[in-house]
Structures are given as structure tokens and as C-alpha cells.
């Protein structure tokens, strides 16, 4: 049965109370090895498990479903595991779901993932905010052909200055920030991430993100695990919308 390697790591990159963030290192893998039971763990959909193909496919997704389930267990402890469920929406997103009927309609945590590298990291918050976190390698090496899929106009011009300055690592920054905007907006690539504008006329990374409507609070900094890490957080106030979740 699957177990975890290495110990969770608390990061305190956010000065929001109500917002927690824990990162786990993932079991690296070659094409050689066997593809792992994880049905011990909770939160996992024996159907979806059943179709991975590779072995760092099931690593990443043990890996995460096993950090959300320690983080749940740990900041509300009030909530049964027991009790809920994991179901994704109409763009894939994961969202915690009473699987007792007698409890829909009472609020549930809003939450996070993302996997890079040998990394999995998740942010968990309760109802009354909304979240999204990526990321990604600092390092990785990213297509120029990236460019006109990530941001177009004025902010497309900022991009390709940024990228001859400082190469892949901005993009890489870049990418991580709206990549998290996305996840907070439960949309994931079902619209392009050129319509979510991101740089100042500094080409600086903006600290409120606007997007019809919606106003996201950003967070993007470093972080050093084994490797450096772009990591990103978006995030803002559920207020009157307290059945919104966020994945």
C-alpha cells in the first residue's frame, strides 16, 4: 500500500490566517517500475486511479490527495473524512461534497493543488475564500511558442522584453500567476490566459488581478525547495458567494 516519502512542509508565504498552505516531495519514478496501489488512501476515486498509465501520474495524484487529506484532518477538524467526498465540475476542477445528504448546503473548505517536479503543494481555506495555487520549476525551459498562448497586445511586448532579460525564468514566473488565476476562477484552460491580464506598465506583477468582475489578491514568489520553485496564489473574499468552490 502506498505510503508518503519525506515530511510535510508548512509554508508561510501568505499573512492570511484563514488560508493554509503545505507542500509534500513526490516519489520520483522510472518507466521500469510498477504503477502503485493507492486505494488505501481517502479521497481517491477508484475509477480515475484505474486509468493511469504511468507511475508518476499515480505519485503526483497520491502525493496531493494524501497532503489534502493530512491538511483537512489538521484545520478542520470538525469534518469527518468520512463524511465527504472529492467530485470534479464541468472544467475538471476537484471540490470537497457532503456524501450525506443531511449535511448539503452547509459550507465546505474551498482548496488548491499543484504538482511540479518532485513537489506537491495545497492550499485549503474555508468557504468564505476562494483560491487558486500553482507551481512550477523556476528553471524550466519553456518554447517561445509559449508567447502568444500566454499573453498578447501590450502585455505580449512586456513579455518578449522580460524574456530576453531574464530567459525562462520569468516566463516560468509568468505562467505560474496565471495558471493561479485560473484555478481560483474555476476555469481552468477553458479560456485563454491572454484574457487575464497580468503586468503593470512596469512590467511588474500586478497585486489585485481583475477579471470580469472578480478581484483576486496575487501572491508569487521563489521558493527553495531541492530546486527553486516559481510559486503563485490568487485568492479574495467568497462573501455572498458561499456555495462557489474552488480547485
Wanted: aromatic share 10%; with cysteine; proline share 3%.
Amino acid at each position: 500500500m502506498w505510503e508518503p516519502i519525506g515530511e510535510i512542509i508548512e509554508l508561510n508565504v501568505l499573512n492570511e490566517a484563514e488560508i493554509h498552505i503545505n507542500a509534500l516531495k513526490i516519489r520520483t519514478s522510472n518507466n521500469y517500475d510498477i504503477i502503485p496501489d493507492i486505494s488505501n488512501l481517502e479521497f481517491v476515486n477508484l475509477e480515475e486511479i484505474s486509468n493511469f498509465k504511468t507511475v508518476k501520474r499515480a505519485e503526483e495524484h497520491a502525493a496531493g490527495r494524501y497532503l489534502l487529506h493530512h491538511m483537512l484532518l489538521r484545520y478542520f477538524p470538525s469534518i469527518k473524512c468520512s463524511f465527504v467526498e472529492i467530485l470534479r465540475d464541468e472544467n475538471r476542477a476537484p471540490y470537497f461534497n457532503w456524501i450525506d445528504r443531511a449535511y448539503h448546503g452547509m459550507p465546505l473548505p474551498n482548496f488548491s493543488i499543484s504538482t511540479s517536479g518532485n513537489f506537491v503543494v495545497v492550499a485549503i481555506c474555508e468557504s468564505n475564500y476562494i483560491v487558486g495555487v500553482d507551481v512550477e520549476k523556476y528553471n524550466q525551459i519553456r518554447s517561445v511558442n509559449l508567447f502568444d498562448f500566454l499573453s498578447s497586445d501590450r502585455e505580449l511586448i512586456e513579455l518578449k522584453k522580460l524574456y530576453e532579460i531574464h530567459g525562462n525564468k520569468k516566463i516560468n514566473m509568468i505562467w505560474t500567476v496565471k495558471e493561479s488565476i485560473l484555478k481560483a476562477l474555476r476555469l481552468g484552460m477553458s479560456i485563454s490566459p491572454t484574457k487575464i491580464k497580468i503586468l503593470d506598465n512596469n512590467s511588474k506583477f500586478k497585486k489585485v488581478i481583475e477579471y470580469k468582475g472578480s478581484k483576486f489578491n496575487l501572491k508569487n514568489q521563489i521558493i527553495n525547495f531541492d530546486e527553486e520553485y516559481s510559486f503563485s496564489i490568487a485568492y479574495q473574499k467568497n462573501i455572498g458567494k458561499m456555495s462557489l468552490r474552488c480547485g
